[in-house]
C-alpha cells in the first residue's frame, strides 16, 4: 500500500509540475499577478509531494517490503539500518527519485526565499524549472518507476552493491546532486531572463547565492566522492580521470567559472551575455553528468543502470533542455544591452582571463571525455583517453591560472595597477622561491616536478591572504585595531582570501601526494614486517569475523616507529555472500596530515598475504583543501550584501489596501 | 547481446576492483627495470575494465599484460619497443595516452586551441567593444547639436 502511496504522490507531483510549467509563464505574458503567484504555491505543493514519494520508498526499503522490485534488488532484512535509508538513493531508480526530490526542494526554496525577486522573473524562473522536473517525473514514471511490484514475494532481497554499504559513499549521491541539480537554478534564471529579454546587475545578485550553494555542495560531493574511492578502492589512488569522474568535474569547472564572472556582472554590470551562457552551460554540463551515467554509455564503476531505452529517453531530455536554452540564448542574447567597458589590466580582466582558462580546462575534460566516443561512432577506431592523457593537458591550464590567482583581487575595478599588484605580491613570490630552493634542497636529486609545486602552492596560498592582511593592517597596526578591521572587513573578502588559500592547499597536497608517494609491496606471513619512511610494520596475525551481511578477514598489524608500537592497524578483506563480491577495507594512520595507507591483497598458498602500504605525505590537504575552500564560499555567502539582497521596489498593491 | 556482455564486464570488473593490483612476485629483482615496467603499466589499459591501467587492475588479463611487459623488458626491450608490441597486439586502444596522429589530433590540440581562438575570441570583442564605445560617444551629437554645443560654450566664454 505504502508503495502504491508513493507512485500516486509521484504522478500528483508531476500534475503539479505541469501547471507550474504552464500557468506561471501565461501570467508573466499577460501580466497577471494572480496567475504568476501560482509558480509559488505550486512550487511548494509540489515538492511536499516528491517529499511524500521518497518517503515512500525509503519505509519501503527500512520495513525490507521485498515485493517491491527495487527492494528486493537493493536490500537485504540483514544489512544495518544505515544502509537501508542510503541503498534508497543506491540504484538507479531511488536515484533518479532523489534527483527530482532535490530539484524540487530548490523550486521550493526559491519560492519561500524569493519575495524580493521582481514577480515576472520569479515566476519565469519556476515554470522553467518545472518545465525540467515534469521532464524527470516522466522520465521516472515511463522508464524507471521505483514503486513497481512483484507478484509473488522473494523471502530475501538480493543485497546492496557491497562496494555501496559505505558511509562514504552513503553521503556522496545527495552531496553531488544537490550540487548538480542546485545549478538548475541559475539555469532557470539565465532561461527567465532571456524570456524576459531583460537583464541587469541585480539579476547576478539574485542568481550568485543559489550558484554558490549549489558550487559548495558538488565541491563537498566531489571531494567526498574522491576520499572515498581513495581508501575503498584498495590502491590509494585519489582521482582517476574516470570519466564518471570527469562528468561531476565538468559542471564543478562551469560553476566555478559561473561565480566567477557573476562577480563582474554584480559590480560592472559587464559580462552579461558571458555570464547567461555559463549558467546554461553549468547545468548543461549536469544534465550530461546524468546522462553520461544513466545511460551507461560509458561502462564504469558508477553505471548500475544500462538500459538503452533509459539513455534514449534521457539524451531526448538532454537535447530539448541543452538544445532549446542554446538556442533561446542564440536568439535572445544579441538583445541584451551591453554592459560597462574595462581596461584589459583590471579586476574584470583577471575575472576574464579566470574564465578563459576553466572553460578551456572543462573543454578539454569534455573533449577528451567524449572523443574516444565519438571517434568509435564516426571511424570505428577504438582509442582509450585515460589519466596520462588528462595529466599532461588539464596541469598546464591550470599552471597559469594559479599563477594568476592573487592579481585578482588586488587588481581595481576598470582599471588595475599590474606593477602595484606584483610589488604588493613581492613577498608571496619571495616566499614561494624560498619554498622551491628549500624544497629543491631537502628532496635532493627526487622528482623535478615537486619544488615547482610547492613553490607555486606557497605563493597561492600566501599571495591569497596578503589583500586581507594589508587591509586589517596586521603587523603593522596593534593587534586590538587589526581585530577590530578584520571584523569590519566584508566576509566576501574573506571568503575569496579563504577559498583562494585553499586552492593553494589543495595544490600543494596533490604535489605532495603524487611526488613523494612511498609504496611497499610484499607478501608476508604472521610474525614478519615491512618498513616504509621510519614506520615498521609487523603482521601479529589474521582473524575471520563475521559482520551483519558479510564475513571479513581481518590482519592484525603492529606499528612501530623506533622500537615502540604507536599504533595497531587492522585492514580487513570482507565477503559478501548474497552477492558473492568482496570488498577490501583499507586501514589508514593519520599523522598530521599524512597518512600510512594499509591494504591487502590476497592469501597465498603458502599462507602469506599480499599487503600494499603505503606512506602519503600531506595527502589529507587535498581534502582539506576542498572543505576550506567550502568554508571560504560560506563566508561569502554570509556576507550582508547577500542577505539582505537588492532592494525591494515599492509597488501598490490596491488590491491588499485595507478598505476604508 | 551487448547489453548482457557489458553487464558480465561489468560484474568483472568490480570483481578485479577488489583486490591488489601489482602482485608481490611479480616484482622484478632489478629496481630499475621495476619501475619502468611499474611506469610502463600506468599508461596501458586494461582491455575488459572501464578506464583501469593495468597497474591499478587485478583482473587476470591486467596481471597477465604486467608480466608480458616485464617479460619484454628483462629481455632488454626499450620502453617504446614493448609499447609497439603491445599496440601491434592489442591495438591502439591499449593506450591510455593515445598517440599524436591524424585521427587524434583534434583531442590533442583542443586545450591549446581552446585558449588560443578562446583568448583571440576576447581580444576581438574587447577591441570592437571598445571602438563600438568611441563611436557611439562621437555619434551622440548631431553636426547641427555639435554647432549649437559650440555656440553654448562660446557665450559661456564671453559672460
Redesign the interface.
Known amino acids: 500500500m505504502i508503495a502504491e502511496f508513493g507512485h500516486y504522490a509521484l504522478v500528483l507531483a508531476l500534475g503539479l509540475a505541469l501547471v507550474q510549467a504552464i500557468v506561471p509563464l501565461w501570467g508573466a505574458r499577460t501580466s497577471d499577478a494572480t496567475l504568476m503567484n501560482v509558480a509559488g504555491s505550486t512550487a511548494l505543493a509540489q515538492f511536499i509531494f516528491a517529499a511524500a514519494s521518497f518517503a515512500a520508498l525509503t519505509a519501503a526499503y527500512v520495513g525490507s517490503d521485498f515485493s517491491v522490485v527495487n527492494v528486493f534488488e537493493n536490500s537485504h532484512s540483514a544489512m544495518p539500518l544505515l544502509y537501508k535509508f542510503t541503498s534508497v538513493w543506491g540504484n538507479h531508480e531511488g536515484s533518479m527519485l532523489l534527483w527530482v526530490l532535490i530539484l524540487a526542494l530548490f523550486g521550493a526554496l526559491v519560492a519561500l526565499f524569493g519575495s524580493n525577486l521582481p514577480a515576472t522573473l520569479k515566476a519565469n524562473a519556476l515554470a522553467v524549472q518545472a518545465w525540467i522536473a515534469s521532464a524527470f517525473y516522466l522520465f521516472i514514471l515511463i522508464t524507471s518507476n521505483p514503486f513497481a511490484r512483484i507478484a509473488q514475494a522473494p523471502a530475501e532481497g538480493r543485497d546492496l ?1 557491497p ?1 555501496l554499504q559505505d558511509i562514504g559513499l552513503a553521503v556522496h549521491p545527495p552531496l553531488l546532486y544537490l550540487g548538480y541539480v542546485g545549478f538548475s537554478i541559475s539555469f532557470s534564471f539565465a532561461i527567465a531572463a532571456l524570456i524576459d529579454g531583460r537583464i541587469d546587475a541585480a539579476w547576478a545578485r539574485w542568481v550568485r547565492p543559489w550558484t554558490l550553494v549549489a558550487w559548495m555542495f558538488l565541491t563537498l560531493g566531489i571531494a567526498m566522492g574522491s576520499y572515498w574511492a581513495y581508501y575503498e ?3 590509494g ?1 585519489w582521482w ?4 564518471v569522474e570527469n562528468a561531476s568535474l565538468m559542471p564543478w569547472i562551469a560553476g566555478t567559472a559561473l561565480l566567477h564572472s557573476a562577480v563582474v556582472m554584480e559590480k560592472r554590470n559587464a559580462l552579461k551575455v558571458w555570464t547567461i551562457l555559463l549558467a546554461i552551460l553549468a547545468f548543461s554540463l549536469s544534465l550530461l553528468g546524468t546522462f553520461l551515467v544513466r545511460s ?1 554509455v ?4 558508477h ?1 548500475f543502470a ?3 531505452s533509459r539513455g534514449v529517453f534521457i539524451l531526448a531530455i538532454l537535447v530539448l533542455f541543452i538544445g532549446g536554452g542554446l538556442a533561446l540564448y542564440a536568439w535572445r542574447a544579441p538583445l541584451l544591452k ?1 554592459g560597462g ?1 574595462f581596461a ?1 589590466i583590471s579586476r574584470e580582466g583577471a575575472l ?1 582571463f579566470n574564465n ?2 576553466l ?3 572543462c ?2 575534460v569534455f ?2 571525455t567524449l ?1 574516444p566516443l565519438a ?1 568509435e561512432a564516426l ?1 570505428g ?9 588528462f595529466n ?3 596541469g ?2 591550470f599552471v597559469p591560472l594559479l599563477i594568476a590567482l592573487p592579481f585578482g583581487p588586488l587588481l581595481a575595478w576598470k582599471r588595475g595597477d599590474l606593477f602595484g599588484a606584483a610589488q604588493r605580491l613581492m613577498w608571496a613570490a619571495a616566499l614561494g622561491v624560498v619554498a622551491l630552493a628549500a624544497t629543491f634542497a631537502i628532496q635532493r636529486g627526487g622528482p623535478v616536478l615537486a619544488p615547482f609545486g610547492v613553490g607555486l602552492a606557497v605563493y597561492v596560498m600566501i599571495g591569497a591572504i596578503i589583500d586581507p592582511i594589508e587591509r586589517i593592517g596586521l603587523f603593522r597596526q596593534p593587534f586590538a585595531v587589526a581585530f577590530a578591521r578584520a571584523r569590519g572587513l566584508p566576509r566576501s573578502a574573506w571568503g575569496t582570501a579563504v577559498a583562494h588559500f585553499a586552492a593553494g592547499m589543495l595544490l600543494f597536497g596533490v604535489i605532495a601526494e603524487s611526488q613523494w608517494n612511498s609504496e611497499r ?3 608476508l606471513k604472521p610474525g614478519e614486517s615491512v618498513s616504509v619512511r621510519g614506520y615498521d610494520l609487523t603482521l601479529d596475525n589474521m582473524i575471520q569475523r563475521p559482520g551483519p551481511n558479510y564475513r571479513e578477514l581481518v590482519a592484525r598489524f603492529s606499528v612501530r616507529r623506533d622500537g615502540a608500537v604507536v599504533d595497531v592497524l587492522e585492514p580487513a ?1 570482507r565477503t559478501f555472500p548474497q552477492r558473492q ?4 577495507e583499507a586501514a589508514l594512520m593519520t599523522v598530521g596530515a599524512s597518512q600510512l595507507y594499509l ?4 592469501i ?1 598458498s603458502d599462507g602469506a598475504i ?3 602500504l603505503y606512506h602519503k605525505p600531506l595527502v589529507l590537504l587535498i581534502w582539506f583543501g576542498c572543505i576550506v575552500m567550502v568554508l571560504g564560499g560560506a563566508l561569502s555567502l554570509s556576507d550582508r550584501r547577500l542577505r539582505v539582497g537588492a532592494p525591494k521596489p515599492a509597488r501598490h498593491k490596491p488590491s491588499l489596501q485595507p478598505a476604508e | 547481446m551487448r ?1 548482457a556482455l ?2 558480465i ?2 560484474a568483472l ?3 578485479s ?9 611479480e ?1 622484478l629483482k632489478d629496481p630499475a627495470l621495476e619501475s619502468r615496467a611499474r611506469a610502463l603499466s ?2 596501458l ?1 586494461c582491455m575488459v575494465c ?4 593495468i597497474d ?1 587492475s587485478d583482473a587476470p588479463l591486467a596481471k597477465d599484460l604486467r608480466v608480458l611487459v616485464r617479460e619484454r623488458l628483462t629481455s632488454g626491450d626499450s620502453d617504446r619497443q614493448v609499447i609497439d608490441f603491445l599496440v601491434a597486439r592489442y ?8 598517440r599524436f596522429s591524424p ?2 589530433l ?3 590540440l ?2 591549446l586551441a ?2 588560443v581562438i ?2 583571440w575570441g ?1 581580444i576581438a570583442f ?1 577591441r570592437r ?2 571602438n563600438e ?1 568611441k563611436a557611439s560617444a562621437q555619434a551622440q551629437l548631431t553636426p547641427s547639436e555639435q554647432a549649437r554645443v559650440a555656440e553654448l560654450l562660446k557665450e559661456t566664454g564671453q559672460s
Not at chain 1, 560509458?298 to 564503476?301: A, D, G, I, P, Q
Not at chain 2, 572501464?50 to 591501467?53: F, V, W
Open positions: 552493491n562496494i578502492l584498495g590502491w589512488g582517476f580521470w574516470d570519466p551507461g560509458l561502462t564504469s564503476v553505471t544500462s538500459d538503452p551591453q567597458i584589459p576574464v578563459l582558462f572553460t578551456s580546462a573543454a578539454t573533449i577528451g572523443y571517434l571511424t577506431d577504438k582509442i582509450s583517453v585515460g589519466a596520462p592523457f599532461l593537458t588539464f598546464p591550464l609491496i610484499v607478501s578483506k563480491m568482496s570488498t577490501t591494504s591487502l591483497g590476497d597465498g599480499a599487503v600494499r | 547489453r557489458a553487464s564486464v561489468f570488473s568490480l570483481l576492483v577488489r583486490a591488489l593490483a601489482v602482485q608481490p612476485d616484482i600506468q599508461e589499459r572501464q578506464n583501469q591501467s591499478d591495438g591502439e586502444f591499449v593506450l591510455l595516452r593515445p585521427h587524434t583534434l583531442l590533442w583542443a586545450p581552446a585558449v578562446g583568448g576576447l574587447t567593444r571598445a564605445s
